[in-house]
């Protein structure tokens, strides 16, 4: 079945600790994207990807770091830096040169730093 | 700058229909969308529409878009208890088949009452 995976799908972590979220496509999509859901918030981008090896910030991309090394893998750490880190986090991704720029969503990972 | 508003909750009786209204800033936007959240998971792409286009239908969902006042609707006929869920209006202004990331509203809660 083609899709996105995300792992695990809980994750708990103590202050001051590094942690990298996974995210990984079987759809040979060549864009992929994080974004951070708060209880009562839309979703906010923290990075996106449109080719191996490439990056850039989104709006909220202070405390994160991201890599892609495969087209289908763009993992997400989440930095001691990063203050407020408790959230829901949601990896997409969609196919580059369709006009309507479609994304499909991973299931999340519940982050708890406690 | 871009944003995106919507009322956080909605409730509506089983049978009747469901009309979820999203208001949005940036006149530039070329892609509209609307994006179902069930309880923990991640979300699904129900519907979008095109700037250009003022109404979509999709069997039980119409979307209308009125692009003077910058506002987009979705109306779900017949609700049932399946509908019961987040629904969130987002929006694009990547017109070029690039990557770009959604903007979303911070979702409406959709109630179904017996």
């Known amino acids: 079945d083609g899709g996105i995976t995300q792992s695990p799908k809980y994750l708990f972590r103590k202050e001051g600790q590094n942690v990298t979220l996974s995210c990984e496509q079987n759809l040979n999509h060549d864009a992929m994207y994080w974004y951070r859901q708060d209880p009562g918030q839309g979703l906010r981008l923290i990075y996106y990807?449109?080719?191996?090896?490439?990056?850039q910030k989104g709006d909220i991309a202070e405390g994160y770091s991201v890599s892609r090394e495969k087209k289908e893998s763009f993992p997400l750490t989440v930095t001691s830096a990063q203050k407020n880190p408790t959230a829901f986090y949601l990896c997409a991704s969609s196919l580059l040169g369709t006009p309507y720029n479609e994304q499909f969503f991973g299931p999340g990972t519940r982050l708890t730093v406690l | 700058g871009e944003d995106v508003e919507q009322s956080l909750f909605l409730s509506v009786r089983e049978g009747d229909s469901s009309v979820i209204n999203c208001t949005y800033t940036d006149s530039s936007s070329t892609y509209l969308y609307w994006y179902k959240q069930e309880p923990g998971a991640g979300l699904q792409l129900l519907t979008y529409i095109f700037s250009n286009m003022d109404m979509k239908q999709d069997q039980r969902l119409t979307v209308l878009l009125n692009k003077k006042d910058k506002h987009l609707s979705l109306r779900i006929a017949d609700t049932q208890t399946g509908d019961s869920a987040i629904y969130f209006c987002?929006?694009?202004?990547?017109?070029?088949?690039?990557?770009?990331?959604?903007?979303f509203g911070k979702g409406t809660h959709l109630i179904i009452q017996p």
């Open positions: 987002a929006e694009s202004i990547n017109s070029g088949g690039g990557a770009d990331g959604l903007t």
């Open positions: 990807s449109q080719i191996v090896n490439d990056f």
